[in-house]
């Protein structure tokens, strides 16, 4: 287990502070108990904890794992394999669990998955053994309040939990966070009408907190042999939200996307 504690920047003369822990669990592909695999690491949560996990070790836990040789293979995806130079049976899977397929490369297809834009409908090869992929949760939002109920339950302890993905952006190399599943909070804060340093008009300023947990999240977790698929923010403050939410609660109207618009007015 690390610990990371981060000094943020006064503000208004009084400092904040809040730690970031990345909890070590071991490597799996059978199904477990989610809640009691985080227990065993034997950290010692406190109140207003969030809590923030890979999607992949949520998938594995609830099963979403499939083997590709045993995945039968549709004129559609022989068609789009050979175009994108992929293979037919992983092309398969990802127009399955795709929502909609705006394109592709060699190798990977655009996908809407869930409201996000991802390549290959989020399915994943890395960090699983060979011949297997790992899809999304099946209900990210239902699994996220499940955690935070057992913690709530079982410990009487009030967490927060933040599902997330690791994620490539338009124009940046390397990877970032983005987070596919919040419970507890307001996973987007709304700024417009509120007033900048110079008293102008904010007009579309909307805070993403749960994509930047699921990014502090990334960070610590890593992308390859580290195992540290669990990271535990200490002292940052959140705005609370008791009712359930969906994917629609994180995701922006592709009318007002500005990169689906672009696209879209070529």
């Given amino acids: 287990m690390t610990n990371t504690s981060i000094q943020s920047l006064e503000r208004n003369k009084v400092a904040s502070r809040f730690e970031v822990f990345a909890l070590r669990l071991p490597p799996r592909i059978q199904p477990f108990d989610?809640?009691?695999?985080?227990?065993?690491?034997?950290?010692?949560?406190?109140?207003?904890?969030?809590?923030?996990?890979?999607?992949?070790?949520?998938?594995?836990?609830?099963?979403?794992?499939?083997?590709?040789?045993?995945i039968r293979v549709s004129h559609k995806a022989k068609v789009t394999a050979k175009k994108f130079q992929m293979d037919e049976k992983l092309t398969e899977l990802v127009l399955r669990e795709a929502d909609q397929v705006y394109g592709g490369i060699p190798g990977?297809?655009?996908?809407?998955?869930?409201?996000?834009?991802?390549?290959?409908?989020?399915?994943?090869?890395s960090n699983i053994p060979r011949g297997y992929a790992v899809l999304?949760?099946?209900?990210?939002?239902?699994?996220?309040?499940?955690?935070?109920?057992?913690?709530?339950?079982?410990n009487r302890l009030k967490l927060f939990v933040v599902i997330s993905d690791s994620r490539l952006m338009p124009g940046r190399?390397?990877?970032?966070?983005?987070?596919?599943?919040?419970?507890?909070?307001?996973p987007v804060i709304d700024h417009r009408g509120e007033q900048d340093l110079f008293g102008n008009?904010?007009?579309?300023?909307?805070?993403?907190?749960?994509?930047?947990?699921?990014?502090?999240?990334?960070?610590?977790?890593?992308?390859?042999?580290?195992?540290?698929?669990?990271?535990?923010?200490?002292?940052?403050?959140?705005?609370?939200?008791?009712?359930k939410m969906?994917?629609?609660?994180?995701?922006?109207?592709?009318?007002?996307?500005?990169?689906?618009?672009?696209?879209?007015?070529k």
């Fill in 108 to 125: 990977f297809l655009l996908c809407k998955k869930n409201g996000m834009l991802c390549p290959n409908a989020g399915i994943d090869k």
């Fill in 201 to 243: 008009i904010l007009r579309v300023t909307m805070r993403a907190v749960a994509d930047g947990l699921a990014s502090v999240g990334v960070a610590l977790m890593g992308e390859g042999r580290e195992s540290t698929p669990v990271v535990v923010v200490r002292g940052f403050e959140v705005n609370e939200e008791d009712r």
């Fill in 136 to 154: 999304y949760p099946h209900l990210p939002f239902e699994s996220a309040d499940k955690l935070r109920l057992n913690f709530i339950n079982n």
């Fill in 173 to 186: 190399l390397g990877t970032t966070g983005i987070a596919i599943a919040v419970s507890g909070f307001k």
């Fill in 246 to 265: 969906n994917w629609q609660d994180l995701a922006i109207d592709p009318l007002e996307d500005i990169y689906i618009r672009s696209f879209k007015s």
């Fill in 34 to 70: 989610l809640y009691e695999a985080i227990l065993k690491t034997n950290f010692r949560f406190k109140q207003n904890d969030i809590v923030i996990v890979s999607s992949k070790f949520v998938s594995i836990s609830e099963g979403a794992v499939v083997q590709i040789d045993k």
